[in-house]
């Protein structure tokens, strides 16, 4: 690996973890503080004088908390935290219970359940998801598997069961 690959490398580090990020401001912040020009400081930890300008006028105004990552705008979770919790309920019991056709809970029955209970519109890989995200695997991924619903722990909330079909 050359240097200019360490560089990069280190970079990309700071970019992908959020506390990496703050003390990357808090350094380019400092570097500024001790005399350096916001140029100066940039190019020596690649940003840009905009980016610690920037930073220096937040910490200005707002201090160390200044420094730390605000909320990123983006488009809001259409589950909340209310609803996830709900989730873990509904899954406990079967489709049928809820007036479905499915006798077992996969991506197009979680569809129609939140569309129909909670009027929120979600697609089947993301029902996929929150089944995973639940513990509950699908009947499909697997043949002669059915999932019956349960309590296993705080966090899954389905048991897949090969032994009815056998």
């Not at 920037?54 to 809001?76: C, N, Q």
């Not at 309920?89 to 129909?116: C, H, I, M």
């Not at 929150?130 to 699908?138: E, H, I, K, V």
């Amino acid at each position: 690996m050359t240097g200019a690959d360490h560089i990069l490398s280190l970079h990309r580090e700071i970019r992908r973890n959020h506390q990496a990020r703050y003390y990357h401001r808090l350094h380019g912040v400092l570097l500024v503080l001790r005399g350096m020009s916001c140029q100066q400081a940039g190019r020596l930890i690649g940003d840009s004088a905009r980016a610690l300008q920037y930073w220096v006028k937040r910490f200005e105004t707002a201090g160390l908390e200044g420094l730390y990552e605000k909320e990123r705008p983006g488009r809001p979770r259409r589950l909340g935290p209310e609803h996830l919790e709900e989730l873990k309920l509904v899954l406990q019991r079967q489709p049928t219970d809820f007036g479905l056709e499915s006798d077992f809970w996969d991506a197009k029955s979680l569809s129609a359940y939140l569309r129909q209970n909670c009027a929120i519109v979600l697609g089947l890989r993301q029902c996929q998801r929150l089944l995973r995200q639940f513990g509950c695997n699908s009947p499909r991924a697997r043949s002669k598997t059915f999932l019956r619903p349960a309590i296993i722990n705080d966090e899954t909330i389905c048991e897949s069961n090969s032994s009815r079909h056998n």
